[in-house]
Nanobody, 122 residues
Framework: QVQLVESGGGLVQAGGSLRLSCAAS????????MGWYRQAPGKQRELVAS???????NYADSVKGRFTISRDNAKNTVYLQMNSLKHEDTAVYYC????????????????WGRGTQVTVSS
């Protein structure tokens, strides 16, 4: 089993910045992809950004040029630097990891964090 601990959410004014962190621990042999998703009230959860173990990144069009995803493989941690925040970025942000379990060696297991609230005041 994998535990994901998210931090860094909060309240910020439009134009401001926040940095989210997500540390993974537990029965991890290796992590493939790590990512951030968000869900605003009344909307479906959507991908914000993802990063593979070789550093390839993918961003939602709405955050390109403003958000940067990065990871520290030694710490099994993924970060999301959010700049030029807009009111429409307000949502609960969830961390997701796709990993290989060290006990079973099964690949492609997905685990979610509990989420951290990001609120951007206009």
């Amino acid at each position: 089993q994998v535990q994901l601990v998210e931090s860094g959410g909060g309240l910020v004014q439009a134009g401001g910045s926040l940095r989210l962190s997500c540390a993974a621990s537990g029965s991890i042999f290796s992590i493939n992809a790590m990512g951030w998703y968000r869900q605003a009230p009344g909307k479906q959860r959507e991908l914000v950004a993802s990063i593979t173990n070789d550093g390839s990144t993918n961003y939602a069009d709405s955050v390109k040029g403003r958000f940067t995803i990065s990871r520290d493989n030694a710490k099994n941690t993924v970060y999301l630097q959010m700049n030029s925040l807009k009111h429409e970025d307000t949502a609960v942000y969830y961390c997701n990891v796709n990993y290989r379990d060290i006990r079973t060696m099964i690949r492609g297991i997905s685990s979610w964090g509990r989420g951290t609230q990001v609120t951007v005041s206009s």
